[in-house]
C-alpha cells in the first residue's frame, strides 16, 4: 500500500494538489516506515514545519510495532538528518552503531546543509566536495554546493558547474538555478531572472529557487516584483519562514513598519528559533523605538547564535552587535552598549558605525578624549557624515572645557543610526 499512497501523492502533487499529496505522503510513511521518497517529498516540498517534521518522524515510529531497536535509531538518524535545520542548529552526532554511514552521501548532504545554515561556508563546501566525490550529481548535494559557491564568490566554479549542468541535464530545475545563481553572484540581473524563472516553471516547488528569483528582483529595487515573488513562494511552501521573512523585509526597506512586523511575527511562529528571524524582528523594534522588544528579541537572537555552532562573520553577525548596543545606549547600559559594539568591531573592524557607536556611548559617558579619538577614526572611513561631524565637535568643544557637562539627557533616546538590516544566507 505505502507504493499506491506514494504514486497517489506523486499525482496529487503533479495536478497542485499539495494537501492531498501531503497526506498521500504521510500515509505512504504510515504505511512503510522505509518509504523515504515519501519523507524526502514531504521535506523538500516544505509541506510541514520543522516541528510538525519531527512530529512525523515520532509518528511513524509509533506506529511501527514491527520495527528493532537499531530500525528505530536508524530511521530517527537518517530523517531527522533531511529535516528543516533552522529549529535545531546544533551538530548532528552519528551514533556508534551507525559509524558506517558517516562517508552516506545523505548524512554528508544534511551536515553540509547544517554548517550553511550556520554560515560556516567554507566548512560546508569541503563537506559537498567529499559528497560530490560519491555521486557528482546528487541533486541535494548540489544545492548546498551551489549556495556555498555563492557565498564564497567563486565565480569560475560556479560558472563551470552551471555550464555542465546545463549540458547534461538540460531539462533539470538545478541546472538553470546554478546558472541563475551565477549571473547573480556577477550582478547580472535580467540574465539572473531568466534562469531562475525557468528553474521554478521546471519545479513549482523549488523554494530556492523562489527565494533566489526574488532577491534577482529585489538587488534592482524592483520591490513589487520581489514581493509577488515571494507571496507566490509563501502560497507554495507553507512550511518554509524564509519567503515570510523576505516578504516583511521587503515591506521594511519601502518604510511600511506595520506590515514588516506582521510578517516577521508569522516568519517566527514558523520558525521560532531562527536567529536571523529574531535579529530582523529586534531591528525592526529598533527602528520603530520599541526599545523593550527590540532588546528582548536581539537578547534571543544573540543566544541562538551562541547555542549553535555559527561562524562569526562580520556581514552576518556584526549588525546584530550594532543594533544590541544602540537599544543598550537609548536603555542607558553605556557598559553594556561599549561591550556589543566592541564585538561589532572585532567582527567589521573598518566600519564607521561602529566606531561612530563607540564616540557617542563616550560622549554621553563624559569621556571626551575617547569619543574624539573614535569620531577621527569614524570620519576616516566615512568623511561627509554629519552626525559623526556634529558629533565631534561636541566633543572637542567638552574636551576644550567650554561646553557645560550636564547635557540635556533627552538628546540620548535619538534615534542615530539606522539599524542595520541581517543578511540571510542568500539562496536558502
Known amino acids: 500500500m505505502a507504493s499506491v499512497y506514494l504514486l497517489k501523492g506523486t499525482v496529487y502533487q503533479a495536478l497542485d494538489n499539495h494537501q492531498f499529496a501531503a497526506q498521500c505522503f504521510k500515509l505512504?510513511?504510515?504505511?512503510?516506515?522505509?518509504?523515504?521518497?515519501?519523507?524526502?517529498n514531504l521535506v523538500y516540498n516544505h509541506y510541514y514545519t520543522g516541528k510538525c517534521e519531527e512530529e512525523i518522524i515520532t509518528d511513524t515510529i509509533d506506529n511501527s510495532d514491527?520495527?528493532?531497536?537499531?530500525?528505530?535509531?536508524?530511521?530517527?538518524?537518517?530523517?531527522?538528518?533531511?529535516?528543516?535545520?533552522?529549529?535545531?542548529?546544533?551538530?548532528?552526532?552519528?551514533?556508534?552503531?551507525?559509524?558506517?554511514?558517516?562517508?552516506?552521501?545523505?548524512?554528508?548532504?544534511?551536515?553540509?546543509?547544517?554548517m550553511y545554515y550556520n554560515c560556516r561556508f567554507s566548512t560546508s563546501y569541503e563537506t559537498c566536495l567529499r559528497a560530490l566525490k560519491i555521486d557528482p550529481y546528487h541533486f541535494p548535494t548540489l544545492l548546498v554546493h551551489i549556495g556555498c559557491l555563492y557565498e564564497l564568490g567563486k565565480?569560475?566554479?560556479?560558472?563551470?558547474?552551471?555550464?555542465?549542468?546545463?549540458e547534461l541535464y538540460p531539462k533539470a530545475y538545478i541546472s538553470w538555478y546554478a546558472v541563475g545563481i551565477y549571473y547573480s553572484l556577477i550582478k547580472k540581473w535580467e540574465s539572473a531572472r531568466q534562469c531562475l524563472s525557468k528553474s521554478t516553471s521546471l519545479n513549482k516547488l523549488f523554494a530556492a529557487g523562489w527565494l533566489a528569483y526574488g532577491h534577482a528582483f529585489a538587488a534592482e529595487g524592483e520591490n513589487d516584483q520581489a514581493l509577488a515573488t515571494y507571496f507566490t513562494a509563501s502560497r507554495l511552501l507553507k512550511g518554509c519562514h524564509l519567503p515570510l521573512l523576505y516578504i516583511g523585509l521587503q515591506y521594511g526597506s519601502t518604510n511600511n513598519p506595520l506590515l514588516a512586523e506582521k510578517f516577521f511575527k508569522e516568519a517566527v511562529a514558523l520558525a521560532p528559533h531562527d536567529p536571523f528571524v529574531l535579529a530582523e524582528m529586534g531591528a525592526l523594534y529598533t527602528q520603530t523605538g520599541k526599545w523593550e522588544y527590540a532588546l528582548s528579541y536581539l537578547q534571543q537572537a544573540l543566544s541562538k547564535v551562541k547555542e549553535g555552532e555559527h561562524e562569526w562573520a562580520a556581514t552576518t553577525w556584526s549588525p546584530l552587535y550594532i543594533n544590541l548596543g544602540q537599544v543598550?545606549?537609548?536603555?542607558k547600559q553605556y557598559d553594556q552598549a561599549i561591550k556589543c559594539f566592541k564585538h561589532a568591531q572585532f567582527l567589521a573592524c573598518d566600519s564607521s558605525t561602529v566606531y561612530t557607536g563607540l564616540g557617542f556611548v563616550y560622549a554621553l559617558q563624559g569621556n571626551a578624549l575617547l569619543s574624539v579619538e573614535y569620531c577621527h577614526k569614524a570620519l576616516d572611513k566615512e568623511r561627509q557624515d554629519p552626525f559623526t561631524i556634529q558629533l565631534l565637535e561636541m566633543s572637542l568643544t567638552a574636551l576644550a572645557g567650554n561646553e557645560d557637562k550636564s547635557d540635556d539627557e533627552d538628546t540620548e533616546t535619538e534615534e542615530v543610526e539606522k539599524p542595520l538590516q541581517q543578511r540571510t544566507p542568500t539562496v536558502f
Open 155 to 166: 565565480k569560475n566554479d560556479l560558472f563551470i558547474l552551471g555550464h555542465k549542468l546545463v
Open 28 to 40: 505512504a510513511l504510515k504505511e512503510d516506515p522505509y518509504c523515504v521518497e515519501a519523507y524526502e
Open 328 to 331: 543598550y545606549r537609548i536603555a
Open 66 to 114: 514491527d520495527l528493532t531497536a537499531e530500525e528505530t535509531e536508524l530511521i530517527r538518524f537518517l530523517y531527522s538528518g533531511m529535516s528543516k535545520k533552522y529549529h535545531n542548529q546544533q551538530k548532528q552526532v552519528v551514533p556508534n552503531t551507525l559509524t558506517c554511514f558517516s562517508n552516506n552521501v545523505t548524512v554528508l548532504t544534511s551536515q553540509a546543509e547544517r
